[in-house]
């Protein structure tokens, strides 16, 4: 029992810390451990399994929604957020959450390059907590459930023929789909990504004389990235 109390508290630290970002690995590799645990171990009990997944991803993400409702539009300012979401990436998640934010939230679950910033946002937008929870809830039972049996269900098979050569190649295996899915979600994000809208947290700055035209340093490196999208160049 006390071993498989450990083992419980393993997947969960495990989920709850890629769910924040330490380290930064995809959170469907600690789904995979879970059922390699669930498959290997005949005391650790696959409900409780399942749950420690879910829980772990659902306390993760109620850190990052609370750490977007406590500082709130200045939070996007600092460098090190800057470097999980960029002000294009942002700005453009930020134009459809008012009115998709339930979808987008449960989307984003599926897409590892831009969950972590979709939570902040959420926060930082005072998004409804429990709408948040709802939508986190409903990718605990299906998608955590879809990951954990079919990676629990691959483990049990190959621990069967108990073969060494087949572990390391289904292991192997999994490893390069995950990679291969971050690669396609991301190539999609970039190629089908709409132009970024006003950001809903940050109003306009300045004015504009009438008569002379509007210029802005600033997002000239933006808008450079928005017409090679849109030209087929990148």
């Known amino acids: 029992m006390t071993d498989a109390l450990y083992w419980y508290a393993s997947i969960f630290l495990w989920l709850f810390l890629t769910g924040v970002g330490l380290p930064p690995a995809p959170e469907e590799a600690g789904i995979l451990y879970a059922a ?3 498959a290997l171990h005949s005391e650790v009990w696959w409900p409780f399994a399942w749950a420690a997944c879910g829980l772990g991803i659902l ?16 939070l996007f300012e600092y460098r090190w957020v ?7 990436r942002r700005q453009r998640i930020e134009g459809h959450f008012s009115q998709h934010g339930m979808k987008l939230l449960i989307l984003a679950r599926f897409l590892p390059p831009v969950r972590t910033g979709v939570f902040l946002i959420a926060g930082a937008t ?4 429990v709408k948040f929870l709802i939508a986190d809830l ?17 483990l049990t098979l190959i621990h069967r023929y108990q073969s ?11 490893c390069y789909g995950l990679y291969m899915y971050y690669r396609l979600l991301r190539r999609r994000e970039l190629r089908n990504g709409p132009q970024a809208p006003a950001s809903i947290l940050q109003g306009p700055e300045g004015s504009v004389p009438a008569g002379e035209p509007a210029t802005n340093t600033a ?7 928005e017409a090679n999208v849109a030209l087929g160049k990148s």
């Open 138 to 154: 409903v990718y605990a039972v299906v998608g955590v459930g879809a990951f954990f049996f079919f990676g629990a269900w691959l």
């Open 219 to 225: 997002a000239a490196s933006a808008a450079q990235h």
């Open 82 to 88: 800057q470097k999980v979401l960029s002000s294009e």
């Open 59 to 74: 306390a993760a993400d109620c850190v990052l929604y609370g750490v977007g409702w406590k500082w709130g539009p200045r």
């Open 164 to 174: 060494t050569a087949l572990t390391i190649g289904a292991i192997a295996l999994m």
């Open 126 to 129: 005072r998004y409804s907590f």
């Open 36 to 38: 390699s645990v669930n």
